[in-house]
């Protein structure tokens, strides 16, 4: 089945506590992105990937990292997680030209708190 | 001014009215233009998808966009329940390198259809 995972789907942690949350595509996507989405903000763009080694920032890029170094594989990982970057964050694909021309598939969500 | 506006809602219709939801938007560069569906605990999945003006049609659903107002239109005829939901639009500017892999969405608007 085409899909976007991530892993974890749900996560309490403290803050300063190094974190990584993974996504994983199998539909041969070249396009990734982190999306962020909170009450009253919507959905804003942390970091996204035309392909492999190539990241760039979104919206929202202060506090995290990306790396992509497989085409299938762009975790994020939060150096020093704090209260507010606590939400529901959405990892998506799509397949060449990114959201604009291509349809962005979207994993399942990982809902994140930090204490 | 926000780039993009979205009434939140809540809308609340009876089974087999017509909805209507709009957006608003300030960036007259903005070319490409989407409608996503968010389904509770879900990730967004891409509904309707315009290019520049005019309108698009497929199935219950009419996409409109009014360049000349900055405002764009998604209508679902007859709806359902199973059309309950929260409705986010995005739209993207026309270019090339990083600004085609870029989306700005409006808040989402949450839709209840009663049985």
């Known amino acids: 089945e085409a899909q976007v995972t991530q892993n974890p789907r749900y996560l309490i942690t403290v803050t300063g506590k190094k974190l990584t949350v993974t996504c994983s595509q199998n539909?041969?996507?070249?396009?990734m992105s982190w999306y962020r989405q909170d009450p009253g903000l919507g959905l804003r763009q942390i970091y996204y990937s035309m392909n492999v080694e190539v990241t760039d920032k979104g919206d929202v890029p202060e506090g995290y990292k990306v790396s992509r170094k497989e085409k299938r594989n762009f975790p994020l990982i939060l150096e020093s997680p704090s209260p507010n970057q606590t939400s529901l964050y959405f990892c998506?694909?799509?397949?060449?030209?990114?959201?604009?021309?291509?349809?962005?598939?979207f994993g399942p969500g990982t809902r994140l708190t930090v204490l | 001014q926000k780039e993009v506006e979205q009434d939140p809602g809540p809308l609340s219709v009876p089974e087999g009215a017509i909805v209507s939801l709009n957006c608003t938007y300030s960036?007259?560069?903005?070319?490409?233009f989407m409608w996503y569906r968010q389904y509770s605990r879900k990730g967004p999945e891409l509904l309707m998808y315009?290019?520049?003006?005019g309108n698009k049609e497929d199935g219950r659903f009419t996409a409109q966009v009014d360049k000349s107002s900055k405002y764009i239109s998604l209508f679902i005829r007859d709806s359902q329940p199973s059309d309950s939901a929260t409705y986010l639009c995005a739209m993207s500017p026309r270019g090339s390198g990083g600004s085609n892999y870029k989306l700005t969405f409006g808040k989402g608007t949450l839709l209840t259809v009663n049985p």
């Open positions: 998506a694909s799509s397949l060449y030209r990114g959201p604009s021309t291509d349809t962005q598939y």
């Open positions: 960036n007259s560069a903005f070319q490409y």
């Open positions: 315009t290019y520049s003006s």
């Open positions: 539909m041969n996507h070249e396009y």
